[in-house]
């Protein structure tokens, strides 16, 4: 199964909009954490926001902000305000701390194309 | 915050030459590194932990023999594409733990092409 799944290939907004990246994770470990990270065209994975598991509110960064729903096993990425900036791939990713495996796993990602 | 460097950023090579790739971390000490493997328009996949002072830790399907890694000190993992052949070319990137924080910083990533 997979461990984070975006089923969002591509989305597109209008500049200046709101937008909602979709995330769902399985894990069946109770500490956990959730990031999403912003890849532009030149490859660089910029951190964006992060959720830890025991976290009681939702994780907010400037314009972004982390909808986690822990019963539904979903974080999605709100973007308010959208700038043609934004227009990048995102991932979202997982870090399940009861393995001892501090490596991230990653969804397959979401194009996100900001229209002026 | 902080900062991770990859060298080079873009590397040539022909096929069946060995290829050496440097992730350091320049201001803070990483025991634990990462090293993953994205194609074009796919996810980062994992293909190793990077342990300093010890053996690296290969995800399943990556040989170990063909990508070599080499975690000789606190700031500096290097990972060596042995024998390179086309379907090696990819976007390697490197990440560092920073130990007692759930932060991982990522390198800029070093495009390999094999020809």
């Known amino acids: 199964a997979q461990k984070i799944t975006q089923t969002q290939p591509g989305m597109f907004v209008q500049e200046k909009e709101a937008v909602t990246l979709d995330c769902t994770y399985d894990?069946?470990?109770?500490?956990?954490?959730l990031f999403w990270y912003k890849q532009p065209s030149s490859g660089e994975m910029i951190f964006l926001i992060y959720?830890?598991?025991?976290?009681?509110q939702n994780a907010t960064e400037g314009r972004y902000s982390l909808n986690f729903q822990k019963a539904r096993k979903s974080a999605n990425l709100v973007i308010s305000a959208s700038q043609l900036g934004d227009s990048a791939m995102y991932f979202c990713?997982?870090?399940?701390?009861?393995?001892?495996?501090?490596?991230?796993?990653f969804g397959s990602g979401t194009r996100l194309q900001v229209q002026p | 915050g902080a900062v991770v460097s990859q060298h080079p950023s873009r590397v040539i090579c022909k096929s069946g030459t060995s290829v050496k790739i440097e992730c350091r971390s320049l201001?803070?000490?990483?025991?634990?590194m990462f090293w993953y493997r994205q194609f074009p328009k796919k996810s980062l996949m994992l293909m190793a932990t990077?342990?300093?002072?010890?053996?690296?830790?290969?995800e399943q399907g990556v040989e170990k023999d063909k990508f070599l890694i080499n975690h000789a000190s606190l700031t500096l993992s290097t990972l060596t594409v042995t024998s390179a052949h086309p379907e090696d070319s990819s976007f390697y990137i490197c990440?560092?733990?920073?130990?007692?924080?759930?932060?991982?910083?990522f390198g800029p990533g070093t495009r390999l092409t094999v020809t």
């Open positions: 990440s560092a733990y920073l130990a007692g924080t759930y932060e991982q910083y």
């Open positions: 894990t069946s470990d109770p500490s956990y954490g």
């Open positions: 959720q830890g598991s025991y976290d009681q």
């Open positions: 990713a997982m870090r399940e701390d009861d393995t001892g495996r501090r490596a991230l796993t």
């Open positions: 201001d803070f000490q990483a025991t634990t």
């Open positions: 990077s342990n300093e002072g010890s053996k690296a830790t290969y």
